[in-house]
């Protein structure tokens, strides 16, 4: 699991360094389809990633509004921050910690109950889907998104034969 957050980190600094050559205009222009933008959505993949693990570990959480963090420098200022107890998190992570519960009251008043290893692989695809959506804005501004191989990123021990 370990290797699917560090494809997803890996990916994320690749779309920083593709925003650098973006204007800020097509960065924070309004598009169809996920949270509308393509800084937004970089905004809001790190801010999900980070409340998640808060809040399964019964830490407070609280809401970051997009508009204090309007510009590439300040999303990513804000990601190395959550960044540093995010990646703490997924070190320490054993099988032990696979079926810990996590509940929460929908506002219907409904008790939904997950598993702390349902709330990871949900964390996991919530970025590939996003990243998905930027791969299509990027396309409609005229430029190639960033690769979203998992080949060949080294991100898992290479074997040998025997």
Known sequence: ???LFRYNWMVRDEWYRWCEGVSEEDL???RTGGV????KTLFH???????????IQGKSDFQEKFEDFNTL????????KFHVEVEEFIRNWDSSMENNLYQETEPDGRIVTDTWGEVMRHV????IHHIGQLSVWAREIGKKPVSANFIGRGLLPAKTSE
């Open 73 to 80: 420098q300040k999303v990513r200022e804000l990601d190395a």
């Open 45 to 55: 993949i790190i801010d999900v990633e980070w409340s998640w693990f808060r809040i």
């Open 124 to 127: 996991i695809a919530h970025e």
């Open 1 to 3: 699991m370990e290797a």
């Open 36 to 39: 509308g933008g393509i800084l």
């Open 28 to 30: 924070l222009a309004e």
